[in-house]
T-cell receptor, first 113, second 115 residues
Framework: DAKTTQPPSMDCAEGRAANLPCNHS???????VYWYRQIHSQGPQYIIHGLKNNETNEMASLIITEDRKSSTLILPHATLRDTAVYYC??????????????FGRGTSLIVHP | GAGVSQSPRYKVAKRGQDVALRCDPI?????LFWYQQALGQGPEFLTY????????KSGLPSDRFFAERPEGSVSTLKIQRTQQEDSAVYLC?????????????FGPGTRLLVL
């Protein structure tokens, strides 16, 4: 099962881009990369996911390296409300066909004024 | 529309007491998950339901933990004879179908403190 490695903490100035790295060197060909975030006292919130191509939505962009061994989540214009713990997850296993993520400790991102 | 809701939001129990935590998933969602999150840690999988069937309970830490989803919608996580190590946030999540890449939507969690 693929595991992920993330820095425990990062900080970013408000209005600047936040680039959160994740290493997943043992990822297999059919495993997706997912990103969730968890704001204090709330449940995790889905951000974005991808398989091999770069992805963009209204929240963020996901850049996956060509060898798929690492990825970067980009918040293009970070705001104070983006302060949260960000989890990078690869699909660990399927149970009855559905997807059960393993979260790890994630990266604590602090956006400062 | 309404998201995943959980109740109660906070629960204080005396050691040895039984507790029941409720999860209301998004209407129509087939899959339902329970997670346990200790302070400073990421959520850890407890159990998974597909409709009313409990397909995976490999994450339940002991036989004091029991979960059910009798009609394939609302789910209850019950902890018998609570211990201090059961203190954690219990998260519920649901997803629309059963496809492996389905996105999960989480509730706000129930914060359990066992004294």
């Amino acid at each position: 099962d693929a595991k992920t490695t993330q820095p425990p903490s990062m900080d970013c100035a408000e209005g600047r881009a936040a680039n959160l790295p994740c290493n997943h060197s043992t990822i297999s060909g059919n495993e997706y990369v997912y990103w969730y975030r968890q704001i204090h006292s709330q449940g995790p919130q889905y951000i974005i996911h991808g398989l091999k191509n770069n992805e963009t939505n209204e929240m963020a962009s996901l850049i996956i390296t060509e060898d798929r061994k690492s990825s970067t989540l980009i918040l293009p214009h970070a705001t104070l409300r983006d302060t949260a713990v960000y989890y990078c997850i690869v699909r660990l296993h399927a149970s009855g066909g559905s997807y059960i993520p393993t979260f790890g400790r994630g990266t604590s991102l602090i956006v400062h004024p | 529309g309404a998201g995943v809701s959980q109740s109660p939001r906070y629960k204080v129990a005396k050691r040895g007491q039984d507790v029941a935590l409720r999860c209301d998933p998004i209407s129509g969602h087939v899959s339902l998950f329970w997670y346990q999150q200790a302070l400073g840690q990421g959520p850890e999988f407890l159990t998974y339901f597909q409709n009313e069937a409990q397909l995976d309970k490999s994450g339940l830490p002991s036989d004091r933990f029991f979960a059910e989803r009798p009609e394939g919608s609302v789910s209850t996580l019950k902890i018998q004879r609570t211990q201090q190590e059961d203190s954690a946030v219990y998260l519920c999540a649901s997803s629309l179908g059963v496809v492996a890449s389905e996105t999960q939507y989480f509730g706000p969690g129930t914060r359990l403190l066992v004294l």
